[in-house]
């Protein structure tokens, strides 16, 4: 399997030791075709809230991300959860939505289902349908997935992601091809599992998205991270000149 | 994935029933190999439920050409050898496969052409002498070409006729590879002679404008000799079914059955045994 | 050619009067072509899955292979089953040659390849799509296998149908391992071969409108699976 950096033989994790936080990246460098396209990044996520991971496109956001769930292995650095390397059995730990939700070729129900790996099939059955219902699709349960409209796909990629309970949440852009009351729905979801003490990571390049959800604010600008700071702070004073040329909507040139 | 797990089990399951169907079923019977003279011409479809009847044991026929129906045999795939081909069964009883050769039956082999009869072998009594006319016209010849016991028969005509059939192979002389029904298709689609024993030739279905040109020559002769495989070579209850069926088919009734066998009214196999010899 | 009209009443004919020797032929027929394209897929899918999903090196030379073993001429693949199952080879024993369980395994070993090379493309296929996802949650790769045959199994249909296709249209492999023993091995094909070598063609090329009636009702029954499966986008 190819970037499979995530050990598809390690030792299961000790029972009831599921945790993640805090995830740590050290010095993490990827090239591809010459190209480095992240660029000596360290950062620690942990603590509550949403932390918002903005840039423009190309920057290098989407690779973080699976630099940090362990989809990716970076050429140089490391990436620690809870101070040891990813491991399959703490993936339920780790919720991830990709801008396109890829969803099986199931009824909405058994998409969810099919995240929660522990306990018996009438109970997973029973905590994938209130994954459903506080995703507000409770009534399309039995629809198969890939017919819905492209905000109840993203609606159903969110509650399948959030069903098994995740210590730390990634979004990649979920918003992205959704017109604005989808988006508003998504966001809904996203605000509910804050409040529940999910832990989020959000990547956008959405600065309206970020402003109305982010508690702290990550710039990253070619494979670097350029800024860091509170969301208040960020938006009312950027640091960098490349964060103040992207609120700015300038098109940012080295 | 309980779902597909169940599944894989319910499939095997299925697949291991219908598996496994066959061999609960019908288990007394015994493998003849025999020609495809012998099952073309209906004889053995007419013979051998009689058998079945009166004893209970199924009688199961692989036809093929004499020269496999041999080795098949030889590999122990068989309990009874039905063929025509004389040194070749002798052999088989010498090698140690075989108990003992008995005549069985016997018919004539014919040659068949077309109506236009090209080399002229029409009505001529003397099979050697019409081959011979044949090479000479450069006459399209079909032959089994399969080590069948036809095949073997036409060759040692061929021998007698002084005709180097192996250096006109490919010109006039095409050899079919193939049984002998399939060879008369052959030959009829490109209107060639062709050697053929009777009785598929009177059952065969897609003549065409053939007809027999060449008929009665004692060098025609076609007889047919039936052989119990060596018992030491099989299972201890085929060997009491294999010896019923010999003594059935070597004596009266089934002597009679065979010469009672006609199509259109024209007998097609003559009963010769004669136990012991 | 007044055999075409001949053959199509031949055809009806037998058809229309439920011959009892026909039935036979054609019940033997799905019954030793459908339980070998089971064992194909029970072999072919996980096979040509575990392909899909996986790199090692040499793999390129596996395909090669595989695609190749697609066009097993069935005449060498039966000789090859009988040179087995013998009396003087090595499975004996079992006492199979000459018995439609003789003729499962010829066709199986002709439907194995085309069900997995054609498997391997369609789950290679989806397996690009999934693989994060299914990563992401933590799925092992016994899982991503069972995962995407249990997802690509109305794609999975048409591999088990060109499968059918090819073991209920030989001969060359039945003939030889079968014996087209009356009421025993005799099937479509070899009946075919039979009363063709028999001269009858019209009565020859009947049955092989009936054969070919059987594949067509096949076919649209599985299209039709597929079709209700594709309006549920899980196709």
């Given at each position: 399997m190819r970037d499979a950096a995530m050990p598809l033989d390690a030792p299961p994790a000790a029972r009831g030791d599921r945790r993640v936080l805090p995830i740590t990246a050290h010095g993490l460098m990827l090239e591809r075709a010459g190209r480095r396209i992240i660029d000596n990044v360290s950062l620690t996520v942990d603590g509550h809230g949403i932390s918002v991971i903005m840039g423009p496109n190309g920057a290098g956001k989407s690779v973080l991300l699976r630099l940090l769930t362990g989809l990716l292995s970076p050429d140089a650095g490391m990436v620690r959860w809870a101070g040891r390397r990813a491991d399959r059995a703490r993936a339920p730990s780790v919720g991830l939505v990709f801008q396109k939700p890829v969803l099986l070729r199931r009824s909405a129900l058994a998409n969810v289902r099919y995240a929660l790996r522990a306990g018996s099939r009438a109970e997973r059955t029973r905590r994938a349908g209130e994954a459903l219902a506080r995703a507000g699709l409770a009534h399309l349960a039995k629809s198969p997935a890939r017919i819905l409209s492209g905000g109840e796909q993203q609606r159903l990629a969110l509650a399948r992601a959030l069903a098994p309970e995740p210590e730390v949440l990634l979004l990649d852009e979920p918003c992205a091809n959704l017109d604005p009351a989808a988006a508003a729905a998504i966001e809904t979801l996203i605000r509910d599992a804050r409040a529940r003490g999910t832990k989020?990571?959000?990547?956008?390049?959405?600065?309206?998205?970020?402003?109305?959800?982010?508690?702290?604010?990550?710039?990253?600008?070619?494979?670097?991270?350029?800024?860091?700071?509170?969301?208040?702070?960020?938006?009312?004073?950027?640091?960098?000149n490349a964060g103040r040329a992207y609120l700015e909507g300038r098109l940012l040139i080295d | 994935m309980k779902r597909i797990r169940r599944a894989f089990i319910s499939a095997a399951a299925i697949a291991l029933c219908v598996l496994g169907g066959p061999a609960l079923a019908g288990e007394n019977f015994i493998i003849v190999q025999s020609t495809t003279s012998t099952q073309n011409?209906?004889?053995?479809?007419?013979?051998?439920?009689?058998?079945?009847?009166?004893?209970?044991?199924?009688?199961?026929?692989?036809?093929?050409?004499?020269?496999?129906?041999?080795?098949?045999?030889?590999?122990?795939?068989?309990?009874?050898?039905?063929?025509?081909?004389?040194?070749?069964?002798?052999?088989?009883?010498a090698d140690g496969f075989g108990v003992q050769r008995f005549d069985l039956m016997y018919n004539d082999f014919v040659v068949v052409g077309p109506a236009a009869d090209p080399a002229q072998v029409g009505g001529t009594a003397d099979a050697v002498a019409a081959l011979r006319r044949i090479a000479a016209a450069n006459a399209i010849f079909?032959?089994?070409?399969?080590?069948?016991?036809?095949?073997?028969?036409?060759?040692?005509?061929?021998?007698?006729?002084?005709?180097?059939?192996?250096?006109?192979?490919?010109?006039?002389?095409?050899?079919?590879?193939?049984?002998?029904?399939?060879?008369?298709?052959?030959?009829?689609?490109?209107?060639?002679?062709?050697?053929?024993d009777r009785a598929t030739w009177i059952a065969f279905g897609n003549k065409g404008d053939f007809r027999i040109l060449v008929e009665g020559d004692e060098a025609l002769f076609?007889?047919?000799?039936?052989?119990?495989?060596?018992?030491?070579?099989?299972?201890?209850?085929?060997?009491?079914?294999?010896?019923?069926?010999?003594?059935?088919?070597?004596?009266?009734?089934?002597?009679?059955?065979?010469?009672?066998?006609?199509?259109?009214?024209?007998?097609?196999?003559?009963?010769?045994?004669?136990?012991?010899? | 050619m007044q055999n075409f009209g001949a053959a199509f009443g031949d055809a009806f004919r037998l058809l229309g009067g439920f011959d009892p020797a026909l039935m036979e032929i054609i019940l033997l027929s799905l019954r030793v072509s459908v339980t070998a394209v089971f064992i194909s897929a029970l072999i072919?899918?996980?096979?040509?899955?575990?392909?899909?999903?996986?790199?090692?090196?040499?793999?390129?030379?596996?395909?090669?292979?595989?695609?190749?073993?697609?066009?097993?001429?069935?005449?060498?693949?039966?000789?090859?089953?009988?040179?087995?199952?013998?009396?003087?080879?090595?499975?004996?024993?079992?006492?199979?040659?000459?018995?439609?369980?003789?003729?499962?395994?010829?066709?199986?070993?002709?439907?194995?390849?085309?069900?997995?090379?054609l498997a391997r493309q369609t789950i290679e296929d989806m397996h690009a799509e999934y693989d994060e996802q299914l990563r992401i949650l933590g799925v092992g790769r016994w899982g991503m296998v069972a995962t995407l045959l249990w997802d690509a199994r109305y794609s999975l249909l048409t591999a088990m149908l060109a499968g059918f296709g090819r073991a209920v249209a030989e001969v060359g492999a039945v003939l030889i391992v079968g014996g087209n023993i009356n009421h025993v091995t005799r099937v479509m094909t070899t009946a075919i071969a039979l009363e063709t070598s028999k001269g009858n063609l019209a009565l020859a090329l009947g049955l092989g409108l009936v054969l070919l009636l059987l594949a067509i009702v096949i076919n649209a029954a599985v299209m039709g699976l597929r079709a209700t499966a594709a309006r549920s986008a899980h196709a």
């Open positions: 989020i990571v959000l990547v956008t390049h959405d600065v309206a998205q970020a402003k109305r959800l982010g508690d702290d604010i990550t710039f990253i600008h070619d494979g670097r991270i350029v800024e860091r700071a509170p969301a208040g702070g960020f938006f009312d004073n950027p640091a960098s | 011409s209906g004889l053995l479809d007419d013979l051998l439920p009689r058998f079945t009847a009166m004893t209970g044991i199924e009688v199961r026929v692989v036809a093929v050409g004499t020269g496999q129906a041999i080795k098949n045999a030889r590999n122990g795939d068989g309990d009874i050898l039905l063929v025509h081909a004389r040194a070749a069964e002798e052999k088989f009883v079909a032959s089994r070409g399969d080590d069948s016991g036809t095949h073997k028969k036409e060759l040692s005509l061929w021998q007698a006729a002084g005709v180097d059939v192996s250096a006109a192979s490919g010109t006039w002389y095409r050899e079919t590879g193939s049984g002998m029904g399939a060879t008369l298709n052959t030959g009829i689609g490109m209107g060639a002679y062709v050697m053929t076609n007889q047919y000799g039936v052989i119990m495989v060596n018992p030491a070579r099989l299972r201890s209850p085929k060997i009491a079914w294999s010896r019923a069926f010999m003594d059935w088919i070597l004596g009266s009734e089934g002597q009679a059955a065979i010469a009672a066998y006609k199509v259109d009214g024209q007998q097609l196999f003559f009963p010769n045994a004669r136990r012991g010899s | 072919g899918l996980p096979l040509g899955a575990i392909l899909g999903v996986s790199r090692f090196r040499g793999r390129a030379a596996v395909l090669v292979l595989l695609n190749t073993l697609m066009g097993l001429p069935p005449v060498v693949v039966g000789l090859l089953v009988y040179l087995m199952l013998s009396n003087a080879g090595p499975l004996g024993p079992l006492a199979l040659l000459y018995t439609p369980g003789a003729m499962i395994i010829a066709q199986s070993i002709l439907v194995i390849p085309i069900v997995a090379a």
